[in-house]
């Protein structure tokens, strides 16, 4: 028997508003934001990743590891081109080094690696 419903992730970012607009966006999800803390939210699971404002911040390294990544978001696409195309509008960055075929890396606007997938 489960404890919970679903995951909620945090994701910190020197601008939380932003952030979690690229991503509400991309996902087509409802955006929440107050002064130094924003939501997006899956209206029909209730899912939720929430983006926390950090004065600091400082964007991961990827694929060094001098300033780890410590989690990255794998979104399911049905074409990898469109979603390229798509997320780039956005504000992503696609990152020169591509380790697969089956999925592509970006860097959201806050410098966080996340990849579009293919099943």
Do not use: N
Request: hydrophobic share 40%; proline share 8%; glycine share 8%.
């Amino acid at each position: 028997m489960a404890i919970a419903r679903y995951p909620s992730f945090v994701i910190d970012c020197p601008d939380a508003g932003a952030l979690a607009t690229f991503y509400g966006t991309m996902l087509d999800w409802t955006v929440k934001a107050s002064d130094d803390w924003a939501e997006i939210r899956d209206s029909e699971t209730g899912s939720c990743i929430c983006f926390q404002q950090v004065g600091d911040f400082t964007p991961p390294q990827w694929p060094g590891q001098q300033v780890p990544q410590q989690m990255h978001v794998d979104v399911m696409v049905d074409d990898l081109d469109a979603g390229e195309e798509a997320v780039v509008a956005l504000g992503a960055t696609k990152h020169e080094h591509q380790p697969g075929e089956s999925f592509r890396v970006f860097l959201d606007p806050a410098g966080h690696p996340f990849c579009l997938c293919v099943d």
